[in-house]
């Protein structure tokens, strides 16, 4: 009779939890080669922080390993823990671990396939010497007892205010007091960095304040939370700019950031001899020289207008605007306005002026790609960011985790199946739009908005109505041509037509990050640290070679003491954290060797 051997079929649970430990024996016996045969043939290690003192993604077997030699004798990683239940999705097991270093907690994403790891994501959470001041290490606030020389938490934060900046230094300076800053200055605050946020504008707010008066958050609330102080569950899903504005006014006074309003950079430089920034700005009317360790520029992707120059401009009798200083449609009724550009700005922009009853064109010099709002919700953001993800037990510093962990050269491929489900959904959308001359695209690769943006920062629109007039030729569309030249009373376009105009908008998008090093430390500064933001993409706006992250955000850059901090309201929150922690380790004389600083392929 033959003997019958029964195999027993591994859980996705136990799967996991074999390959954690398999894994967490082998880098503590510093066996790399056994590492090395736990990854499959095509495989990724996005790492932050944890073992590279650096936002840095390695791909393929061999960066792996060069990696871990440079690095596994600092980090020294231990105790790899599975979090929870493994999940199956395909022939891929998804996990959420924890593990700890030599100085750090820290908690991390893995996807396997064929129970070789595909994709892994490694964070760092905490400092295990410096926490943050949060739940179990809340401040106490009541100080119990008698004491002759109590000071009340009111006459504590004066004394700091009246202090910090004159007779005692910043440790770190933030220029650029917008959402980024404002984060970013909570997160430092709770890590107990003296930090100094600096804002030319006169109430905290106002960047948002100050934009034309129909801007809303084109992307939803559950994407767009601050750090510690998330929205209540009464905000709405789209929110108004003044509102916006609002909330970050509110934000910056609880948390207690100390926030120089009216004040203005007006230059920087570093003084290598004595490691420290001198920084020099107006404040009030008074001049004060700043002497922090550290500088970040948190002055926004939206920072240096881009405005194009024209011939005969400068003898235009109408008005012309960046968009960036467009007040709003009321004083253009029946005038006839020309907004140049095609992306969100333009659109909104057009579409508030069309209600004010302007003689609107748009003039689109290359191609955009449009998103319908609902499609975005409900195909691309909804898995993670929704009222239906919260319920599901994704939070939204969970779904922040999910995202970062599909290392940036396959998210196309995880990108494009919901944006080929959005061509279908919409066919006929596109199709009207197409109809009216409108060019489209989805990106070289079309792989949609959120690649986009990573690439180049510009280049589309998500649709919240604007689209429709365009199809209906309600807002005037010229397409596929530039400016010629500006005459007094009309723009002559490159194929010799006429527009007849009161009022130029230029929906002309924004400059890199590094324009504003260069106004305020020095061009060779600039140029030391080269291009922000692009991944190296080789596409439109975005040149080789491959960067595997995005260049100079939130990571050391070729400017000793020098950082970016920028983008999106969803990466300004979940960004920080690093950023936060990389300043506060480097106050406390931690031991931070870089691996992986990027290169300087382009400047500007």
Same mark, same amino acid.
């Given at each position: 009779?033959?003997?019958?051997?029964?195999?027993?079929?591994?859980?996705?649970?136990?799967?996991?939890?074999?390959?954690?430990?398999?894994?967490?024996?082998?880098?503590q016996?510093?066996?790399?080669?056994?590492?090395?045969s736990?990854?499959?043939?095509?495989?990724?290690?996005?790492?932050?922080?944890?073992?590279?003192?650096?936002?840095?993604?390695?791909?393929?077997?061999?960066?792996?390993?060069?990696?871990?030699?440079?690095?596994?004798?600092?980090?020294?990683?231990?105790?790899?823990?599975?979090?929870?239940?493994?999940?199956?999705?395909?022939?891929?097991?998804?996990?959420?671990?924890?593990?700890?270093?030599?100085?750090?907690?820290?908690?991390?994403?893995?996807?396997?396939?064929?129970?070789?790891?595909?994709?892994?994501?490694?964070?760092?959470?905490a400092?295990?010497?410096?926490?943050e001041?949060?739940?179990? &290490?809340?401040?106490?606030?009541?100080?119990?007892?008698?004491?002759?020389?109590?000071e009340?938490?009111?006459?504590?934060?004066?004394?700091?205010?009246?202090?910090?900046?004159?007779?005692?230094?910043?440790?770190?300076?933030?220029?650029?007091?917008?959402?980024?800053?404002?984060?970013?200055?909570?997160?430092?605050?709770?890590?107990?960095?003296?930090?100094?946020?600096?804002?030319?504008?006169?109430?905290?707010?106002?960047?948002?304040?100050?934009?034309?008066?129909?801007?809303?958050?084109?992307?939803?609330?559950?994407?767009?939370?601050?750090?510690?102080?998330?929205?209540?569950?009464?905000?709405?899903?789209?929110?108004p700019?003044?509102?916006?504005?609002?909330?970050?006014?509110?934000?910056?006074?609880?948390?207690?950031?100390n926030?120089?309003?009216?004040?203005?950079?007006?230059?920087?430089?570093?003084?290598?001899?004595?490691?420290?920034?001198?920084?020099?700005?107006?404040?009030?009317?008074?001049?004060?020289?700043?002497?922090?360790?550290?500088?970040?520029?948190?002055?926004?992707?939206?920072?240096?207008?881009?405005?194009?120059?024209?011939?005969?401009?400068?003898?235009?009798?109408?008005?012309?605007? &960046?968009?960036?200083?467009?007040?709003?449609?009321?004083?253009?009724?029946?005038?006839?306005?020309?907004?140049?550009?095609?992306?969100?700005?333009?659109?909104d922009?057009?579409?508030?002026?069309?209600?004010?009853?302007?003689?609107?064109?748009?003039?689109?010099?290359?191609?955009?790609?449009?998103?319908?709002?609902?499609?975005?919700?409900?195909?691309?953001?909804?898995?993670?960011?929704?009222e239906?993800?919260?319920a599901?037990?994704?939070? &939204?510093?969970?779904?922040?985790?999910?995202?970062?962990?599909?290392?940036?050269?396959?998210?196309?491929?995880?990108?494009?199946?919901?944006?080929?489900?959005?061509?279908?959904?919409?066919?006929?959308?596109?199709?009207?739009?197409?109809?009216?001359?409108?060019?489209?695209?989805?990106?070289?690769?079309?792989?949609?908005?959120?690649?986009?943006?990573?690439?180049?920062?510009?280049?589309?629109?998500?649709?919240?109505?604007?689209?429709?007039?365009?199809?209906?030729?309600?807002?005037?569309?010229?397409?596929?041509?530039?400016?010629?030249?500006?005459?007094?009373?009309?723009?002559?376009?490159?194929?010799?037509?006429?527009?007849?105009?009161?009022?130029?908008?230029?929906?002309?998008?924004?400059?890199?990050?590094?324009?504003?090093?260069?106004?305020?430390?020095?061009?060779?500064?600039?140029d030391?640290?080269?291009?922000?933001?692009?991944?190296?993409?080789?596409?439109?706006?975005?040149?080789?070679?491959?960067?595997?992250?995005?260049?100079?955000?939130?990571?050391?850059?070729?400017?000793?003491?020098?950082?970016?901090?920028?983008?999106?309201?969803?990466?300004?929150?979940?960004?920080?954290?690093?950023?936060?922690?990389?300043?506060?380790?480097?106050?406390e004389?931690?031991?931070?060797?870089?691996?992986?600083?990027?290169?300087? &392929?382009?400047?500007?």
């Open positions: 009779m033959s003997k019958i051997t029964a195999q027993v079929q591994q859980t996705p649970t136990e799967t996991v939890q074999a390959w954690l430990q398999d894994f967490d024996t082998a880098l016996t510093q066996d790399i080669e056994r590492v090395l736990l990854f499959g043939d095509e495989c990724y290690w996005r790492d932050f922080l944890t073992f590279t003192w650096n936002l840095k993604t390695c791909e393929g077997k061999d960066e792996i390993q060069a990696m871990l030699n440079a690095t596994l004798n600092n980090a020294q990683p231990t105790d790899w823990q599975l979090e929870g239940e493994a999940t199956e999705n395909g022939d891929i097991y998804d996990a959420w671990f924890t593990f700890n270093t030599a100085v750090a907690r820290g908690k991390g994403y893995l996807r396997l396939k064929e129970g070789k790891c595909w994709t892994l994501l490694t964070t760092m959470q400092l295990n010497d410096y926490p001041q949060c739940n179990q &290490h809340r401040p106490k606030g009541a100080e119990h007892g008698a004491n002759k020389q109590r009340t938490w009111l006459e504590s934060r004066e004394r700091e205010e009246a202090e910090l900046g004159y007779t005692q230094q910043p440790y770190c300076v933030i220029i650029g007091g917008g959402q980024g800053g404002i984060g970013l200055g909570a997160r430092l605050r709770q890590l107990g960095v003296p930090t100094i946020i600096i804002e030319r504008n006169e109430r905290a707010g106002d960047s948002w304040r100050k934009r034309y008066k129909s801007l809303c958050l084109h992307d939803p609330v559950w994407y767009d939370h601050l750090p510690y102080i998330p929205f209540p569950d009464n905000w709405p899903v789209f929110a700019k003044d509102k916006v504005g609002d909330w970050l006014e509110m934000y910056t006074k609880v948390m207690e950031l926030y120089w309003s009216s004040t203005e950079c007006q230059n920087a430089s570093y003084d290598e001899a004595a490691g420290e920034w001198l920084v020099k700005v107006k404040r009030n009317g008074e001049e004060i020289t700043l002497r922090p360790k550290q500088l970040v520029m948190a002055t926004g992707m939206s920072g240096m207008p881009n405005v194009p120059k024209f011939p005969g401009a400068e003898n235009f009798a109408g008005e012309q605007q &960046h968009s960036s200083q467009h007040p709003g449609p009321d004083a253009y009724k029946g005038k006839k306005c020309v907004i140049v550009g095609s992306n969100n700005s333009a659109h922009i057009a579409a508030a002026l069309w209600e004010h009853d302007a003689d609107v064109t748009m003039l689109q010099r290359s191609s955009t790609h449009i998103v319908k709002s609902d499609s975005l919700m409900e195909e691309v953001l909804g898995p993670l960011y929704s239906e993800a919260v599901n037990g994704l939070t &939204h510093e969970k779904a922040d985790l999910v995202f970062a962990s599909i290392p940036y050269k396959v998210l196309p491929d995880f990108q494009r199946p919901a944006f080929e489900a959005i061509k279908k959904r919409d066919a006929e959308f596109y199709q009207k739009l197409e109809s009216a001359g409108f060019m489209l695209d989805f990106g070289d690769d079309e792989s949609g908005l959120f690649l986009k943006y990573l690439r180049r920062g510009s280049g589309y629109y998500i649709d919240v109505g604007a689209c429709d007039l365009v199809a209906s030729g309600d807002i005037k569309l010229r397409s596929g041509v530039g400016i010629e030249h500006i005459n007094p009373h009309s723009i002559t376009l490159t194929d010799g037509s006429e527009l007849d105009a009161d009022l130029i908008i230029y929906a002309t998008g924004y400059g890199s990050m590094n324009g504003w090093a260069a106004r305020l430390i020095s061009q060779e500064v600039a030391k640290v080269g291009k922000c933001w692009g991944l190296g993409s080789d596409t439109t706006k975005d040149p080789g070679p491959w960067e595997g992250e995005l260049r100079n955000m939130w990571k050391p850059t070729q400017q000793e003491a020098l950082w970016f901090h920028g983008g999106n309201l969803h990466q300004s929150r979940h960004y920080s954290r690093y950023l936060a922690l990389q300043l506060k380790a480097r106050m004389g931690l031991d931070t060797p870089v691996y992986g600083l990027q290169p300087v &392929h382009h400047l500007g």
